[in-house]
């Protein structure tokens, strides 16, 4: 069974940091694309950033030069380096994996953690 779990979530005030983790266990073959989605309160679900398995990104335009999105492959482990952090940023935010199993490709979730960025 495939988990992923996030984590690095908090309250920061406008213009700080934080540094979310989202680590994939479980019993796979390998780890393909990785991303970052968040959702805020009444809205839909939104991509943030992707990364694929050698490392080529890509970030929607509202956090593109205060966002870093990077991946362990040895460790099965992905990162999003989020700076100048605004109150708009404010969501829960979800890590997402496809994960090859057997030669088949699927899609994983983790449980969201909560990002709060007070004004």
């Known amino acids: 069974q495939v988990q992923l779990v996030e984590s690095g979530g908090g309250l920061v005030q406008a213009g700080g940091s934080l540094r979310l983790s989202c680590v994939v266990s479980?019993?796979?073959?390998?780890?393909?694309?990785m991303g970052w989605y968040r959702q805020a309160p009444g809205k839909q679900r939104d991509s943030v950033a992707a990364i694929n398995s050698v490392g080529i990104t890509n970030y929607v335009d509202s956090v593109k030069g205060r966002f870093t999105i990077s991946r362990d492959n040895a460790k099965n482990a992905m990162y999003l380096q989020m700076n100048s952090l605004k109150p708009e940023d404010t969501a829960v935010y979800f890590c997402?994996?496809?994960?090859?199993?057997?030669?088949?490709?699927?899609?994983?979730w983790g449980q969201g953690t909560q990002v709060t960025v007070s004004s």
């Open positions: 997402a994996a496809t994960v090859v199993i057997g030669g088949y490709e699927d899609d994983y």
């Open positions: 479980g019993r796979f073959d390998s780890v393909d694309f």
